[in-house]
């Protein structure tokens, strides 16, 4: 039986809502979205995922619409389990904290005590560092004055762009993470041997190269039955491609973030990244679309 888990992302428009949901529930290559125009969401856009023996409900809303959503169709916000919040970060903090008051005012007034809130300060690709904290440090002033002491809010600096995405992908993973219970984990010490597996075959070959399959048995003896059983993993996680007669694969443009992250000189700090990408890995590989 599956636990049903409600998840309503919500922000002004343009800000880049859609493009997590497709990036980080979807597995669409971040690459692909980067600059590019996807449609205005019009009304919602709701997919449902699997995760572990949980069904979330992801519930897009159109930025457009942020009227409706805030009056007479606010029904959408009932069962909500988490409203991540979607800003992007350039805009002016008064329009931030405007919005935010809507949310904060539709959740007292409809008593949504069950929905935990999250705040992305989203495409910090496009800030420089000392404004980012400028910014971020006076929305955490603004919560403080309207927020009561016990409440907390966690306010995330997220971009898909190459440099920030493994950042973001840790905090999508650890906010999915603490919706679900601890409990419920499945097979976790297997799983994250098999893609310590599918790690190092990411380490092992170059992006843009078309490899045989073959190689897997010379470098990791794999049996072409068990290759295919890593490649798709990988494939899933949008790392690898298999091309169509299933004797070839290449690593995909995305493949690229995370060996960059790994492959460092220091050993100890290598294994810590490892081992938090093997977390976030771990987390994106059980979420399957309904
Ligand atoms: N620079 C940069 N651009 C981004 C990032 N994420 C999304 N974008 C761009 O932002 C634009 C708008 O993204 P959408 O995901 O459609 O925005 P939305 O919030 O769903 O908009 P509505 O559906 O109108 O509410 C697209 O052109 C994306 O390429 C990011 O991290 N950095
Ligand atoms: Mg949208």
Redesign the pocket.
Known sequence: MFEKKKIIII??????????K?VFFEMVSPFK?????????RGVDSKIFTLFNYELGVF?????ENENWFSHEREIFLNANLLLC?FDINMYIKEIQDFFFKLLNIHKEMNLKKASIVVFF?????IDKILLHHKINAFKDFLKTNLAINENIPVFP????AD?FLTTYDYVAEILGKIISIKNLGNRVDQINELRKDLEILINYDVYKTYNINVLFYDFNLQHKDALIHLNQLKKLGLVEILSDKNQFSLTEKTRIFKSDIIIDDINQNQIKINRILDGMFLFSNLNEK
């Open positions: 922000g002004p428009p343009g800000v880049g809502k859609s493009t997590i497709k979205l980067m600059n590019t125009s996807i449609e205005p969401t897009d809303l159109a930025g457009q979607v989203h495409k910090v690709d496009l997220t971009s898909i762009a920030f």
